[in-house]
């Protein structure tokens, strides 16, 4: 839930909403493929996680930080992950969903950027992750509650809209396939193609690849290694073709969207009032500051995880906790293009250094996964031992 926490935030909203304005329907399609691609990395890493984590106390850490040190003996590597790991979700990512949750009062408040709404809201936003940061065992307890009941309300009022727009639903799939595949769309202006902004904002939503959520799936407790990587593929499933496309068809089964002159979460909240009435604008708003948060609080679930690899100072951890706290106050105050632009760039980084090690290392998740299969064949209940596969550099599956 903690995994699911973090990959289900605005992005399933706000970056959803941003890649159909800026890039076409088509980017949907991209976004859908990004998924099922992605599910394959999420095992792979999540898998990784699981086997080269380390027991500390009466929990686990680990992720690719841990693996990258312990299965291609490169720590040099492993920290160069931990600090764009760190820099992606404590500036990029967690700044960004501040700044989402300040967009979703732009309908109440007529120019918004120009008042102190966005300080106030930030000041708050700051004050809340500042608890959380410093009361750990709360997140995964926060996570498994509210992780559900938002996704669960969501995807709820979605299904709404597609049964009451159901004669619809034809027409809007043609034009997500045929704009998907339009090549003038995708190669004229590539940067800002519907291809382009459907990758980058299906990675942004689901982070599969990206090294995050196998922080969380290290922490686990698990029978199997595989279990776990199997779960994280459950993970980018329900972020990406439940959630990303409850967003997509709110958007396009609603109407005119393309001239709302809205864009992000306003034009979320103007669709789905269209359908409901004025309440569904409240009702986004809710779901849009329960997302962001649960996202920031499963965000440093990440980096906490990333500071410990490098350094396990207090004083260095109770800085970086102030410090986080703080670019949440930050993010609150940023404009669209300064808030995706920022997040993308630190996001590249730390997709690359994880995806060269998930390459070299793929091969020893994917026996895990035979063994696993082989004992479900038996009629057991899989348990794992680093012989099993032939391993010896393990920590807790001896």
């Known amino acids: 839930m903690i995994a699911t926490a973090s990959r289900v935030g605005t992005g399933n909203m706000a970056g959803v909403a941003t890649a159909i304005i800026l890039g076409g329907p088509g980017a949907a399609f991209w976004m859908w493929l990004m998924a099922i691609l992605g599910s394959a990395s999420a095992f792979v890493e999540s898998t990784l996680a699981q086997l080269y984590k380390k027991k500390e106390g009466d929990s686990f850490k680990g992720g690719p930080a841990y693996y990258i040190e312990r299965a291609l003996h490169a720590r040099w590597l492993g920290i160069v992950f931990a600090i764009s790991l760190i820099a992606t979700f404590a500036f990029g990512f967690n700044g960004l969903q501040a700044y989402n949750i300040v967009s979703a009062f732009d309908v109440y408040v007529p120019n918004l ?5 966005p300080t106030v809201i930030g000041a708050i936003l700051a004050v809340c992750s500042l608890y959380i940061f410093f ?8 996570s498994s509650v509210l992780v559900p009941l938002m996704a669960g309300a969501y995807i709820l009022i979605g299904i709404f809209v597609i049964i009451t727009n159901i004669t619809r639903l034809p027409g809007v799939l043609a034009i997500v396939m045929a704009d998907a595949f339009n090549f003038k769309s995708i190669f004229g202006g590539f940067t800002g193609s519907c291809m382009v902004l459907g990758i980058k904002r299906g990675l942004f939503s689901n982070e599969a690849g990206m090294g995050s959520a196998p922080n969380a799936s290290a922490s686990a407790t698990v029978s199997h290694p595989a279990r776990q990587g199997l779960a994280q593929i459950i993970s980018v499933y329900i972020d990406t073709l439940l959630i990303c496309s409850t967003t997509v068809f709110l958007i396009l089964l609603t109407g005119d969207w393309a001239d709302t002159g809205y864009s992000g979460i306003p034009l979320l909240q103007q669709c789905v009032a269209r359908v409901v ?6 009702f986004v708003t809710v779901i849009v500051c329960l997302f962001a948060f649960t996202s920031i609080i499963g965000n440093y679930f ?3 995880a990333n500071i410990l690899f490098i350094t396990k100072n207090r004083t260095v951890m109770t800085a970086f906790r102030i410090l986080a706290a703080v670019m949440v106050f930050i993010g609150a105050g940023n404009s669209l293009d300064v808030a995706w632009s920022l997040a993308d760039i630190t996001m590249g980084l730390e997709a690359v250094v994880n995806i060269i090690a998930i390459l070299l290392l793929g091969r020893i998740a994917f026996r895990a996964l035979d063994d696993y299969e082989k004992q479900k064949a038996q009629g057991l209940d899989p348990v794992f031992h680093e012989s099993n596969i032939g391993l010896d550099n393990t920590d807790v599956w001896k």
């Open 302 to 304: 990440y980096v906490e």
């Open 277 to 282: 009435g004025p309440v569904g604008i409240h």
């Open 113 to 117: 950027e120009t008042t102190i709404v």
């Open 135 to 142: 009361a750990g065992d709360v997140i995964g307890k926060l």
